[in-house]
């Protein structure tokens, strides 16, 4: 009898301390690398809402602002300060990824926290006026390819970053040397659209959920292609794929949120099963939408994989572009 009530007890001590270490987070908090308004606040507010709606989090999920790098403040403050907290999220995006690629986050690479959801994606979409004379990519593509000086591409990033990225992969695609390409870099989409009526610029490189938001607010614009592995569910469904035009160029943008390297694996494993209960509820597709994103339901040890897989790509473009100093 002492023997088979021992295991019992033992049994029961090991769920119940198992059940306490899943237990939801007390005081939940979503960490924005960045100041209020923009694409992480929109990642952390996804989580808060989504959560919420999907019954998960009983506690209000609370966002911290921690600007700088386009996450690499935060990556490092999780890092060296808080690497064991199961109550905090962090949010990144595919900039994020694109920096810890080119070695902007300091000493800490992409092993150095735990993966853990993504929630949604943005796609690059090429855009012309709607009075252009290219009326689809090939159009575009054709005219850089004959005289690349006549073509200006214009986004809302410098050197380096996704939007530039996109113009480079734009220019290879066709033939052209990106080196030679002619690129200015607004402060943001507003800007490069008053510069693509005004003609000085004859494609915007941005991205699919702006472009929409601009199309609905009445802009004269023409989508060319979306830069996907398939054509977008909606609305912009009747835009083609850059590679359904003849040239593969894919460019995910994706936003979503990892943990501290040392959080407990049932408490890591309690996030990655909260954030599947949400993107399985019915009400999440609608607040996904309401940000102008696209289904990605990535988790867990499938997340981390394609995360991976994403910064060694991204490397090795970097290297290909020369964005990385040996």
């Known amino acids: 009898m002492k023997f088979r009530v021992l295991p019992l007890l033992m049994g029961s001590i090991l769920l119940s301390l198992g059940l306490a270490a899943q237990a939801a987070p007390t005081k939940p908090e979503c ?42 403040v935060a990556y490092n403050h999780v890092i060296a300060q808080k690497p064991d907290d199961p109550e905090s999220i962090i949010a990144f995006s595919g900039g994020s990824l694109l920096n810890l690629a080119q070695h902007k986050f300091g000493k800490y690479g992409v092993n150095d926290v735990r993966w853990l959801a993504a929630v949604g994606a943005d796609y690059g979409v090429a855009v012309v006026r709607n009075d252009s004379p290219y009326k689809n990519l090939k159009d575009l593509m054709a005219a850089f390819k004959q005289d690349s000086s006549k073509i200006v591409l214009g986004a809302g990033g410098t050197v380096g970053s996704q939007d530039w990225m996109k113009a480079a992969l734009t220019a290879r695609a066709a033939g052209v040397d990106y080196r030679k390409m002619r690129f200015v870099a607004f402060e943001g989409g507003g800007d490069a659209l008053t510069a693509l009526r005004g003609g000085h610029i004859q494609a915007y490189m ?34 083609p794929t850059a590679r359904e035009e003849g040239f593969d160029i894919q460019w995910p943008i994706i936003r979503g949120f990892y943990v501290g390297p040392k959080v407990a694996d049932a408490d890591y494993q309690w996030w990655v099963d909260a954030f599947n209960k949400m993107q399985a509820d019915a009400s999440f597709a609608a607040i996904r939408d309401k940000q102008g994103l696209f289904p990605f339901n990535k988790s867990g040890a ?4 394609y995360v991976k897989e994403r910064v060694a790509d991204y490397t090795k473009l970097a290297n290909e572009f020369g964005l990385i100093r040996q």
Do not use: H, W
Request: glycine letters at 16%; a negative charge.
């Open 31 to 72: 960490i924005a690398p960045a100041n209020p308004g923009g694409g992480f606040d929109l990642t952390c507010r996804l989580a808060q809402e989504g959560l919420k709606a999907a019954g998960t989090l009983a506690d209000p999920m609370r966002i911290v602002y921690m600007p700088g790098g386009i996450g690499a």
């Open 302 to 305: 499938d997340l981390d994989k």
């Open 206 to 239: 941005g991205d699919a959920a702006e472009a929409f938001t601009m199309l609905e607010g009445g802009a004269p614009i023409r989508l060319l292609a979306v830069f996907s592995e398939e054509r977008l569910p909606g609305k912009l469904s009747s835009v």
